[in-house]
């Protein structure tokens, strides 16, 4: 089961590590998991804490301290999905080149996201990749493309180019657009 606290403590540490902290990169899922706890022992080690994997008041403050120092405007955010749309396998469109570009560099950053190739149609190996972050997402897994899992691919996509807060949610980054 997700958790809400884990999920903003895998956002700071992935941010940090994006901004150039020698700390391993992980997936916010909210499942405190040892992919977590390493990338946490390496950021209490860096700032002179307590190596124990535990994210004790000292080591939450300091993380969201550094966190919110590096966290960068969201004037660049990616969020364009047509309203109502939906993309079945063999569909094709320059859309679909912008998600297979989103999904190769998401995959440079988690191992479980299998890489694709350039060719503007939501082909098997698309559909792969989108099924494995339906899963990590709890969505069904269908490897189409709507637009709760493009709002869950666009936020993983800027937080792996560190276009967003880490801490915001897709919904929140589409308002904070809408306002701007």
Known sequence: MRNPSVFALQSALSLLSRSGAAIPLVLPDGVFGPETSAALIMFQRKNRLPPTGVADYATWTELFRQAQ???????????????????????????????????????????????????????????????????TYDLSPTGALDQRTWDILSTLYNHSVGRIPASWSAAEARAQRRRT
């Open 69 to 135: 120092r590096v966290q960068t405007a969201p004037s660049n955010i990616i969020i364009p999905f047509p309203t109502g749309g939906f993309y079945a396998s063999g569909a094709r469109g320059d859309l679909l080149y912008i998600v297979q570009s989103m999904l190769s560099t998401i995959a440079n950053h988690f191992a479980n996201i299998p890489t694709v190739n350039y060719t503007g149609i939501l082909d098997d190996e698309t559909a792969k990749a989108l099924r494995v972050i339906q899963q």
